[in-house]
């Protein structure tokens, strides 16, 4: 097993929540979204997520 596991996991659950806290995330359409899964060894999504991402904050704040 790798030794860095352990780090790897913490520094996606760090990137995913600047992720989540830095951006609105939207569905382009008002269409609900398709959850449906294909075969695989990992459940796969059938069909891509399209999502609309935006900064929450202006440009000047990321400078």
Aim: net charge negative; aromatic share 4%.
């Amino acid at each position: 097993m790798c030794p860095g596991v352990t780090l790897a996991l913490q520094v996606m659950q760090l990137a995913l929540g600047n992720l989540l806290h830095g951006f609105d995330i939207e569905n382009p359409s008002d269409e609900p979204l398709d959850m449906s899964e294909s075969s695989g060894l990992s459940s796969p999504k059938a069909s891509l997520l399209e999502v609309l991402l935006t900064p929450r904050l202006s440009a000047e704040a990321y400078i």
